[in-house]
């Protein structure tokens, strides 16, 4: 895979192109957003379908990023969008959708099933989203607006080589897509299969003076509040089985593209189980001892472990002071994710 990066601007407005098969280019475009250290980590997918003469984007990001995302699309020349997928419908990665469609009215969307209605009339998502992720960050993402029923598709879009995978865990409304192209298959995992900075991706957040290549790509669990890790377990189990073995690559929406898509779908498998060992034995120290398992100090703690111990981890310290912050804060969030189901899974294994 060859991998070309360009920077338009100074406002962090970046692709990046992924050389991988004739038919179709693939772009990933940056959705900046103005909040501590989240310039770099948002991705839209853009794909040229030459073969088919459509283009596709998966995902489309937050509200705040859809003038630049649209202004980057223009630049590459692509005059319209047949066609947009989302893996899941929260702020990060269909908050843009109504403004996008201002753009490209006749473009169709494609989410699942229990998420349509929300993409549609998006005021109880917005208020959830409010409530978990606070007020400072959805205002950051900016106000989500709905888009009309009209370019909802209700069944799988029509689209050469295309699967789509039913894969929660991370929401219970997660979904996967997959195309086959040319003896290659292209997984576009939303986080499914966690988040990552990778090899190429990775160079637009590292520190002043460091230019290294890691040893292992910076990857960890997507496993958000109400994480239940039987569902996300199946769900990985799933992808690597029907990854292939050669010539499979992984899209993340966080952030950026992985060759060797089953060999890191295993590593992801592995460190979740890892992860889910090392909290769950903590947690049930904490329950017994007749402590807070959810103490945030504790918490952080677990967190400071993981990040010694855990290889994948180990990309970390090279980073950006500020982007440093803003992913020891989305780690948090995991670890918090699987002490929550760790409690849950302890009462409910004694009930």
């Given at each position: 895979?060859?991998?070309?990066?360009?920077?338009?601007?100074?406002?962090?407005?970046?692709?990046?192109?992924?050389?991988?098969?004739?038919?179709?280019?693939?772009?990933?475009?940056?959705?900046?957003?103005?909040?501590?250290?989240?310039n770099y980590g948002f991705a839209a997918w853009l794909l040229v379908d030459n073969k088919n003469g459509i283009n596709i984007l998966v995902e489309i990001g937050p509200a705040a990023a859809i003038d630049i995302v649209q202004d980057t699309i223009e630049t590459l020349g692509v005059k319209k969008i047949d066609f947009i997928l989302l893996t899941h419908i929260h702020l990060d990665h269909a908050g843009g959708l109504g403004h996008i469609l201002k753009y490209y009215p006749e473009a169709m969307v494609y989410a699942s099933e229990k998420g349509r209605k929300h993409i549609i009339e998006p005021d109880k998502l917005w208020d959830s989203s409010v409530k978990v992720l606070g007020k400072r960050l959805t205002d950051a993402y900016q106000k989500t607006i709905g888009i009309p029923e009209k370019n909802v598709l209700k069944d799988k879009p029509s689209i050469e080589g295309l699967s789509i995978?039913?894969?929660?865990?991370?929401?219970?409304?997660?979904?996967?897509?997959?195309?086959?192209?040319?003896?290659?298959?292209?997984?576009?995992?939303?986080?499914?299969?966690?988040?990552?900075?990778?090899?190429a991706e990775r160079k637009l957040v590292l520190g002043d003076g460091i230019d290294n290549e890691p040893d292992f790509i910076y990857l960890y669990p997507a496993t958000i509040y109400r994480f239940e890790y039987d569902v996300s377990d199946n769900s990985l189990k799933k992808l690597i089985s029907l990854a292939h073995d050669e010539n499979c690559y992984l899209f993340y929406s966080h952030y950026g593209a992985a060759?060797?898509?089953k060999k890191m779908l295993e590593a992801n498998h592995a460190q979740l189980v890892f992860w889910k060992d090392m909290i769950e034995k903590e947690v049930k120290k904490r329950i017994?001892?007749?402590?807070?398992?959810?103490?945030?100090?504790?918490?952080?703690?677990?967190?400071?472990?993981?990040?010694?111990?855990?290889l994948h981890l180990k990309d970390y310290v090279h980073y950006r002071e500020d982007v440093k912050r803003a992913q020891f804060r989305y780690i948090l969030n995991s670890v918090y994710g699987i002490a929550d189901w760790a409690i849950r899974n302890y009462h409910k294994e004694r009930a």
């Open positions: 895979m060859k991998v070309f990066s360009k920077a338009l601007n100074q406002n962090h407005q970046h692709y990046f192109q992924y050389d991988i098969i004739d038919s179709m280019d693939i772009y990933l475009i940056n959705n900046p957003v103005d909040f501590y250290g989240m995978i039913k894969t929660p865990g991370h929401a219970p409304h997660h979904e996967t897509f997959i195309f086959e192209r040319e003896g290659v298959q292209l997984i576009f995992c939303g986080e499914a299969a966690g988040m990552i900075y990778g090899r060759e060797d898509g017994e001892n007749e402590e807070n398992p959810l103490d945030m100090e504790f918490l952080k703690e677990i967190a400071f472990q993981l990040m010694k111990s855990d």
